[in-house]
Antibody, heavy 120, light 111 residues
Framework: EVQLVESGGGLVKPGGSLRLSCAASGFTFSSYSMNWVRQAPGKGLEWVSSISSSSSYIYYADSVKGRFTISRDNAKNSLYLQMNSLRAEDTAVYYC?????????????WGQGTLVTVSS | QSALTQPASVSGSPGQSITISCTGTSSDVGGYNYVSWYQQHPGKAPKLMIYDVSNRPSGVSNRFSGSKSGNTASLTISGLQAEDEADYYCSSYTSSSNPWVFGGGTKLTVL
């Protein structure tokens, strides 16, 4: 069974940092690209960042470019999102999602999400 | 403001059919056959319902179908059931600096 489990969310002050993790199981993690998608409270979905299976290709939304860094460790079946210089508008539930190679959907399996709250 | 435009809400009675539209531009919906649709129940993660405009992942009911005409994609749900009540989001691959864009979401109410 495919499982994606996010962790690392919490309350952080503006300007602070947080590192999110996504633990994958039930599939060959190293064969899939991965996405981070966020959802502000009561709002819609927003794509945040993507990383290819071998980390060769990395993309960021304009809203987080220069502040967030996506990475993965295929040996540990894990995906990460390092978030620096956090702002109030980064407050959201952050989901990791799996993308099959050569596919153009955002994700066929999603984790349950982890809440990040940026507030003083 | 979302890049793709969806109606805020739609409703229908059990057994009826409804259609949710998703309007973009020639840089996203109109330029690629890479529109996908996601269902999200309150407090839950999104679920992929349609990809590449009209393809259903394994396990998704054939009551869900997708189509596209020009810059507008559509999701049709036939034989509405109570469990279909949820938020629905469209997404498209795009040629802009952000490779994926979402619609603002549509709340489906089953009367």
């Amino acid at each position: 069974e495919v499982q994606l489990v996010e962790s690392g969310g919490g309350l952080v002050k503006p300007g602070g940092s947080l590192r999110l993790s996504c633990a994958a199981s039930g599939f060959t993690f190293s064969s899939y690209s991965m996405n981070w998608v966020r959802q502000a409270p009561g709002k819609g979905l927003e794509w945040v960042s993507s990383i290819s299976s071998s980390s060769s290709y990395i993309y960021y939304a304009d809203s987080v470019k220069g502040r967030f860094t996506i990475s993965r460790d295929n040996a540990k079946n894990s995906l990460y999102l390092q978030m620096n210089s956090l702002r109030a508008e980064d407050t959201a539930v952050y989901y990791c999602a799996r993308v099959d190679s050569g596919s153009y959907y955002v994700g066929d399996y999603w984790g349950q999400g982890t809440l990040v709250t940026v507030s003083s | 403001q979302s890049a793709l435009t969806q109606p805020a809400s739609v409703s229908g009675s059990p057994g009826q059919s409804i259609t949710i539209s998703c309007t973009g531009t020639s840089s996203d919906v109109g330029g690629y056959n890479y529109v996908s649709w996601y269902q999200q129940h309150p407090g839950k993660a999104p679920k992929l319902m349609i990809y590449d405009v009209s393809n259903r992942p394994s396990g998704v009911s054939n009551r869900f179908s997708g189509s596209k005409s020009g810059n507008t994609a559509s999701l049709t749900i036939s034989g509405l059931q109570a469990e279909d009540e949820a938020d629905y989001y469209c997404s498209s691959y795009t040629s802009s600096s952000n490779p994926w864009v979402f619609g603002g979401g549509t709340k489906l109410t089953v009367l």
